[in-house]
């Protein structure tokens, strides 16, 4: 077991509240396709896969973590949703070209891997990312900068794909309204 792998374990062990999907999605929904296949990266206990479970979509759910996969797993069956979740370390085998409707990505960073979720996207398809940004109003989420954007970075990793909404505040204005410290993107391929 990597200590990643460990640590996220430990994380997903703890007790939780109501799980909600990533601002992205929640906010974008309406933009997803009524059928295709679905990826949701980086999934951790899946509120992302099951707003879009619930959408109509199959869900591919993917997470290094055993214990969230396995509560993921509890959840669908319980719900009957039409997610299948799996232990997969998607660094070690990206996704496959050509063959995911649409991705969804929250607060995981990658840098490498992103031309590969551009690669995995059929025609058409989507892509909602959302992660932490450098710019932060609060210190919150991760300190490392492999895990963190720089100003419009997002653009730039997927520049091969069409924009279709695009969120990124940074520090300006009042720091009570808006998305703070994360950029979204929605993108077509």
Not at 41 to 70: F, Y
Not at 140 to 151: E, H, I
Not at 173 to 178: A, E, L, N, T, V
């Amino acid at each position: 077991m990597s200590s990643i792998q460990a640590k996220w374990d430990a994380a997903y062990s703890q007790p939780r509240g109501d799980l909600k999907a990533a601002t992205v999605l929640q906010q974008n929904q309406f933009l997803l396709p009524t059928e295709g296949r679905a990826l949701d990266l980086a999934c951790g206990l899946g509120a992302n896969s099951v707003l879009l479970a619930k959408a109509g979509l199959k869900v591919e759910a993917w997470d290094l973590s055993p214990v969230a996969i396995e509560q993921l797993q509890q959840q669908a069956t319980n719900e009957e949703l039409t997610i299948y979740p799996q232990v997969h370390d998607v660094i070690k085998s990206p996704p496959k070209l050509n063959s995911f409707d649409v991705i969804v990505v929250s607060f995981f960073l990658d840098r490498a891997l992103c031309s590969s979720l551009v690669a995995a996207l059929k025609p058409a398809g989507l892509l909602f990312y959302q992660t932490h940004c450098q710019q932060k109003v609060i210190q919150q989420g991760p300190s490392n900068p492999d895990y963190l954007l720089a100003d419009n970075e997002l653009l730039a990793l997927f520049s091969d794909l069409k924009v279709r909404v695009y969120n990124e505040t940074s520090t300006l204005g009042d720091h009570q309204q808006g998305l703070r410290n994360q950029a979204f993107l929605v993108a077509e391929k």
